[in-house]
């Protein structure tokens, strides 16, 4: 089956209010059972969370932090963008998710963490660099933005748990939990240890940012890795029956819930 045409973004945002505002357009093109929109609305959730926390004065440096979180939505609107215009273009790190979204036997909760994969691992490092060049600071521990990078952690982290208990339901989350695949499949991915791993891995961009034959070397590198793990995310289980229920509309609500498809309406949201 051919994937749909994702919705084009030729111009980059600006403001997490536009970027909240192109998540929901992206989330009214998907078909349910969409890949690509498991992780686009878990997104969407954890940019409104930021969002609040952002108006409720929470961070010490909100202007760098809201910065850094506009341009890191934007690198995954750019990867959309470009597997829309050539798949081959796509960056290797987000070629497994968009890819295979519309495989039937993949779970809903291996593509959010195969797009969580892609973008914390792989475009968080590139965001930080470009965010600290921008506002004249470096990547160090300790820092008013080091700590603020930490609070957000916080708000991923509880996010992620959330949507565990969204993606992982019925009858098909006990039977898989039994095999032990969905649990492998589950604990082989943090956010928190990926976000850790994403600033060390911009603090060394950061001492190689004026060799650029170094620095392609190093992203070469780390988004051929970070493509490899999300394969290895997206393996076929036996959960990915949940993603033919979301598919079948035809079928009672309680029968899809039954065999692991989300609940229909019901998104944990991150509550401040």
């Known amino acids: 089956m051919s994937p749909p045409i994702l919705p084009m973004n030729e111009n980059a945002a600006a403001t997490l209010d ?7 357009a992206l989330e009214a093109t998907l078909p349910v ?9 878990l997104y969407l959730e954890v940019t409104r969370a930021v969002v609040q926390r952002l108006r409720r004065g929470e961070f010490e440096q909100p202007r760098f932090l809201e910065h850094l979180a506009v341009l890191f939505s934007n690198a ?6 470009d597997f829309d215009r050539d798949p081959t273009a796509v960056s290797r790190a ?4 968009v890819e295979a979204r519309a495989h039937k036997r993949v779970a809903p909760i291996q593509f959010v963490l195969a797009g969580m994969n892609a973008h914390i691992n792989y475009d968080l490092p590139i965001g930080v660099v470009e965010t600290c060049e921008a506002f004249g600071v470096s990547p160090r521990d300790g820092t008013a933005e080091h700590r603020d990078y930490l609070h957000l952690n916080a708000i991923l982290g509880e996010t992620q748990e959330e949507a565990k208990k969204w993606l992982v339901t019925g009858l098909l989350g006990v039977l898989d939990r039994a095999l032990g695949r969905l649990d492998d499949v589950v604990a082989s991915f943090s956010v928190l240890r990926a976000r850790e791993a994403a600033w060390v891995h911009a603090k060394t961009l950061w001492q190689v940012r004026d060799k650029r034959e170094l620095t392609g070397a190093y992203l070469d ?3 051929h890795t970070v493509g490899f793990a ?8 036996l959960l990915g029956l949940g993603g033919w229920a979301s598919r079948r509309p ?3 609500v309680q029968l899809r819930t039954a065999l692991g498809a989300p609940k229909p309406g019901i998104w ?3 509550h401040p």
């Open 250 to 252: 035809e079928l009672p």
């Open 18 to 24: 536009e970027v909240v505002e192109r998540m929901v």
């Open 221 to 223: 590198a780390l988004e």
């Open 230 to 237: 999300g394969r290895g995310l997206l393996r076929p289980t």
């Open 76 to 81: 995954y609107f750019r990867a959309l963008d």
């Open 94 to 97: 987000w070629a497994p998710l």
């Open 268 to 270: 944990p949201r991150v």
């Open 33 to 41: 059972g969409d890949g690509v929109g498991y992780f686009n609305r």
